[in-house]
């Protein structure tokens, strides 16, 4: 088996490589004079598997071309199979055409994947409108989830605390952490007008005043969910607010909006790489890939 990367997820395809005693070799990616791309193996492939470890963030478009290239160039060089670990998978969030004329995202990514690999592998994947990856997926395609990471983490680290989703579809990070761990938990209700305008309203409310009030949700983008939820559970008298990510992308001024609104700390997973990176899933995927071992 060999273990290689497109260039995110640096970290985490080091440590599954050692962790499977496998070898790792990261693709040489450069481009011509011209823009065009030149991608390069840097060990011989031919009879193996190979497992490229590679967000979709930073950058989705070129991690999406990056992928396609290290798929097909290592079938061409003879690999028996190749998986594709994506710690974070993009394009999941536009599963339907909002408005006329719309590309359905995630089915023209999935398709070109359906094209080139054997397997995918991901973690809390966006799924909102499919029943699952099978919905879009026609090769073998798991996604995993990083709950009971998230639920060690806040156990360690935070007491006396309270969960919140801060929408309907977060209801599957929120209420299995708050389970586990043994809180209560509600998941608000999101309206969302735009990609950057969203309101939340409590439905079903708990008790907040003098809590530390988690907030989970699968994406941090532009923050303005969180920020939203953060607001709400400030008014409500909240001690303390920590938001987690599975994936955080936190682009534009997600971080200093979040701050604003009253959110003490951030922590994310390390699906994408960012300084706020606390919870490893590197173990879960571990525990999938050693399959691929025996
Ligand atoms: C959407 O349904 C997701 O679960 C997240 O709530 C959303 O992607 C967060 O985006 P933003 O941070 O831009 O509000």
Request: glycine content about 4%; some cysteine.
């Amino acid at each position: 088996m060999i273990i290689t990367t497109c260039g995110n997820s640096k970290e985490i395809a080091i440590k599954l490589a050692k962790k499977l005693k496998a070898k790792y070799s990261p693709l040489t990616i450069g481009a011509f004079p011209d823009g065009d791309i030149y991608m390069k193996y840097n060990t011989n492939v031919k009879g193996k598997k190979v497992v490229i470890v590679h967000s979709f963030q930073p950058h989705s478009d070129m991690s999406l071309f990056d992928i396609i290239w290290a798929a097909e160039t290592a079938k061409d060089l003879g690999a028996k199979k190749v998986i594709l670990i994506a710690p974070y998978l993009s394009y999941m969030r536009q599963d339907k055409r909002f408005n006329p004329g719309e590309a359905i995202s995630s089915r023209i990514m999935a398709k070109h994947l359906n094209s080139c690999l054997d397997k995918i592998i991901t973690i809390d994947t966006h799924i909102h409108r499919y029943k699952s990856l099978k919905d879009i997926f026609t090769i073998s395609a798991k996604n995993l989830t990083a709950n009971d990471l998230i639920a060690d983490y806040i156990k360690k680290n935070i007491r006396d605390v309270v969960i919140i989703g801060p929408d309907w579809e977060s209801y599957q990070w929120a209420e299995s952490i708050a389970k586990q761990i043994g809180v209560e938990a509600t998941v608000l209700k999101k309206t969302r007008f735009s990609s950057r305008k969203v309101k939340v309203k409590m439905i079903k409310p708990i008790p907040i005043k003098g809590k530390n009030v988690v907030i989970v949700d699968d994406i941090i983008s532009t923050g303005h969910t969180i920020a939203e939820a953060a607001k709400q559970a400030k008014k409500l008298g909240a001690k303390t607010i920590t938001a987690i990510g599975v994936h955080g992308l936190f682009v534009e001024d997600a971080i200093s909006k979040l701050i604003k609104s009253g959110v003490n700390k951030i922590s994310s997973t390390n699906c994408i790489a960012h300084p706020s990176n606390k919870i490893d899933v590197t173990s879960i995927l571990f525990d999938e890939l050693k399959k691929e071992k025996r």
